[in-house]
């Protein structure tokens, strides 16, 4: 049997920690867990874990502020990036999440440069192409997740 897949989540708001849930309930890989907020990630990964048990699944959990523990990752999940708030226009979000994005890829692409790319931050379209270019990969390694695109 090979190596377990290395599944990484950055953003360990409510939309990454319930893919980290699911990643690990589904026993896709390990999940690293990243976010800024010192103690977060570590705290929710912790807590994932002691579903372990319960839940009936064996994957390895880790929660990081930094992205060492990311390296060689197969998959990486980002989900980092302001949510918008009432009466704010997904507009709005472009330059702070495009920032967002653009540091949390060039982190990612320094230490998995064979992953795949899966973006869930807002707004979708924009940070897609913002992924897209900032690490250089082929269009098939940079997915976007979403329900409802903006563009369209």
């Not at 994932?48 to 523990?69: K, M, Q, S």
């Not at 009466?87 to 998995?112: C, F, P, Q, W, Y």
Request: proline share 4%; charged share 25%.
């Amino acid at each position: 049997m090979g190596a377990r897949k290395k599944i990484t989540v950055v953003g360990a708001g409510n939309v990454g920690a319930t893919a980290a849930h699911w990643l690990a309930a589904k026993e896709l890989g390990d999940v690293v867990l990243v976010d800024i907020v010192e103690g977060v990630p570590q705290g929710k990964s912790l807590d994932l874990a002691e579903t372990a048990p319960i839940e009936g699944f064996d994957v390895r959990l880790t929660g990081t502020n930094g992205y060492e523990e990311t390296a060689n990752s197969d998959v990486v999940i980002i989900t980092a990036g302001l949510a918008r708030k009432p009466g704010m226009s997904r507009d709005d979000l472009l330059k702070t999440n495009a920032d967002i994005v653009g540091k949390v890829v060039d982190e990612i692409v320094k230490r998995s440069p064979e992953t795949i790319l899966i973006i869930v931050s807002n707004p979708l379209d924009a940070m897609c192409q913002v992924a897209l270019r900032r690490s250089g990969f082929p269009k098939h390694r940079v997915i976007g997740m979403a329900g409802v695109l903006d563009s369209a």
